[in-house]
């Protein structure tokens, strides 16, 4: 079946470093790749998707590009600030565009 | 647009009682869906409706559950006979169905279940 790893945290950083967050997928089809975002206190917030390989997603200044080669969809950010401290998610939606598979989440710390 | 509502926020309930929680999408998508989602881990699929045709459900969802979307708008997940492993946020989200959409989610419901 389906399935979603992504690196485990915490991850804590110092404002203005630079943030990836490794992301790798299982699939039969050729799936759409999201990341998804949840802040503290709130719900989850769609962050940015690519629906076939080589798109690149990017919103917020942050980046994931759709690898199919290496089955990745790393998210990236080039200077994070304290307000992206949040648990970010990678999902899939297979071809059929039903159900998310999400991997476990990776929590990110961003100190001043 | 108000987005997706789920009402309780919290629910405290003792075990063996039974539970319902209530999702309103936004109006104009037709895709419903439930998830499960405990503590550090990610949301896990529960089932989906299109309009109002349940459509698939999870293993995950036992017998004691059962999700109803009656008119095609809101939906409501009952469990019968709680038990503590049913402690988790259950999140409920919407789509219009299209392969590169995102959902919308709610802000989900806190079950406890002491």
């Known amino acids: 079946g389906d399935s979603v790893t992504q690196m485990e945290g915490p991850v804590t950083l110092s404002e203005e470093a630079f943030l990836t967050i490794n992301c790798t997928y299982t699939a039969t089809g050729y799936p759409s790749l999201f990341w998804y975002v949840q802040y503290p206190g709130e719900g989850l917030q769609l962050l940015l998707k690519?629906?076939?390989?080589?798109d690149k997603g990017s919103n917020k200044g942050f980046e994931a590009t759709y690898r199919k080669e290496t089955t990745s969809f790393h998210l990236e950010k080039g200077s994070v600030q304290v307000s992206d401290s949040a648990v970010y998610f990678c999902?899939?939606?297979?071809?059929?565009?039903?159900?998310?598979?999400f991997g476990g989440g990776t929590r990110v710390l961003v100190k001043p | 647009d108000t987005g997706v509502s789920q009402d309780p926020r919290h629910k405290i309930t003792k075990r063996g009682q039974n539970v319902t929680f209530r999702c309103d999408p936004i109006?104009?998508?037709?895709?419903l869906y439930w998830y499960r989602q405990t503590l550090g881990q990610g949301p896990e699929f529960l089932t989906y409706?299109?309009?109002?045709?349940?459509?698939?459900k999870s293993r995950l969802l036992s017998d004691r559950f059962s999700a109803e979307r009656p008119k095609g708008s809101f939906s409501t997940l009952e469990i019968q006979r709680t038990e503590q492993g049913d402690s988790a946020m259950y999140l409920c989200a919407s789509s219009l169905g299209q392969r590169s959409d995102g959902y919308t989610f709610g802000s989900g419901t806190r079950l406890t279940v002491v």
């Open positions: 109006s104009e998508h037709n895709r």
């Open positions: 690519a629906t076939k390989a080589d």
């Open positions: 409706f299109q309009n109002e045709a349940q459509l698939e």
């Open positions: 999902a899939l939606s297979e071809a059929a565009g039903n159900k998310l598979t």
